[in-house]
Structures are given as C-alpha cells and as structure tokens.
C-alpha cells in the first residue's frame, strides 16, 4: 500500500511563515509529479505549485514569490514552503503524487494519491 501523509500546518499570523511537508511510503518503485492544491471553504480546489521528477516547477500566480516547492527523492517528499502568509492563504491542503508502485505478484501499477489534508490558517 502506498500512502502520503502529511504535517506542518497550524494557526499563523498574517506575514509568517508555514513549512508543509508529504511523505510517501510503500512499494514504491518511482515518484513522477508532486504537487500541493488548496481547498477553502466555499471556494473551488485550485492548484498551489508542482514540481516534475526533472525537478521543474509551476506556480499559482496567487503564491509566486511566497511559496517554494521542493522534493528530496531520498526520502520520498516533497515540501511547500510558504512566507509572507496571508488571511486568503487559510484552506486545506492537500499534498498529491503520481506514482509506479510495485504488486505483490512482481506487476506494476501506475496511481495518483492524495493526503489526508492539512489545515492552515492565517489570522489577521
């Protein structure tokens, strides 16, 4: 079983700082794209940053400048650094990976997964 789990988010105030983190385990074979979205209440799931197993990123123009994404393929995770929050900041995060993982019967499986969600929240 492959799982994401998720750690890092809590209550900031406005203009400080939140580092989040995923990690992936199981029988794992290769990592391709991570990334994180965001889902507030009332609002549409919209895409934060991904980063590609070549290591190139993508941001929402809403974070650029503020948030990093960042991956060490060692471990198995990928990171969203994220300063300079603000009040329209606070949602649940949600860390996502596309993976090939490796079945009991030496097949492989090509998934998506996603994390349980982490809350974050910036008062202001």
């Known amino acids: 079983q492959v799982q994401l789990v998720e750690s890092g988010g809590g209550l900031v105030q406005a203009g400080g700082s939140l580092t989040l983190s995923c990690a992936a385990s199981?029988?794992?074979?290769?990592?391709?794209?991570m990334g994180w979205y965001r889902q507030a209440p009332g609002r549409q799931r919209e895409l934060v940053a991904v980063?590609?197993?070549?290591?190139?990123?993508n941001y929402a123009d809403s974070v650029k400048g503020r948030f990093t994404i960042s991956r060490d393929n060692a471990k198995n995770r990928v990171y969203l650094q994220m300063n300079r929050l603000k009040p329209e900041d606070t949602s649940v995060y949600l860390c996502?990976?596309?993976?090939?993982?490796?079945?009991?019967?030496?097949?492989?499986?090509?998934?998506?997964?996603w994390g349980q969600g982490t809350q974050v929240t910036v008062s202001s």
């Open positions: 996502n990976a596309d993976y090939v993982s490796s079945l009991p019967d030496g097949n492989l499986q090509v998934g998506r997964l």
């Open positions: 199981g029988s794992i074979v290769r990592i391709d794209d």
């Open positions: 980063i590609t197993n070549g290591f190139s990123t």
